[in-house]
Nanobody, 116 residues
Framework: QVQLVESGGGLVQPGGSLRLSCAAS????????MGWYRQAPGKRRELVAR???????YYADSVKGRFTISRDNAKNTMYLQMNSLKPEDTAVYYC??????????WGQGTQVTVSS
């Protein structure tokens, strides 16, 4: 099993920045990709960014140029640097890990609110 713990959410003004962290523990050797998803009230959960074990990244069009996903393998931690935040970025952000056993693990979520 894999355990994921997110941190770093909060309230920020439009144009501001936040950095989310996702610490992984357990059977981390089985992880081949990790990602950040978000879910706003009344909307479906959507993929924001993803990074593979080889370092290949993917970004949703809505965050390209503003968000950066990265991982520190020594710390077993993934990050999402979010800049130029907009009110429409407000959501609960979830960390996800895809494993070689075809099972996906999720963190508990962290709230990001962008408001003046």
């Amino acid at each position: 099993q894999v355990q994921l713990v997110e941190s770093g959410g909060g309230l920020v003004q439009p144009g501001g920045s936040l950095r989310l962290s996702c610490a992984a523990s357990g059977s981390i050797f089985s992880i081949y990709a990790m990602g950040w998803y978000r879910q706003a009230p009344g909307k479906r959960r959507e993929l924001v960014a993803r990074i593979t074990s080889g370092g290949t990244t993917y970004y949703a069009d809505s965050v390209k140029g503003r968000f950066t996903i990265s991982r520190d393998n020594a710390k077993n931690t993934m990050y999402l640097q979010m800049n130029s935040l907009k009110p429409e970025d407000t959501a609960v952000y979830y960390c996800n890990a895809d494993t070689t056993s075809s099972y996906a693990y999720w963190g508990q979520g962290t709230q990001v609110t962008v408001s003046s």
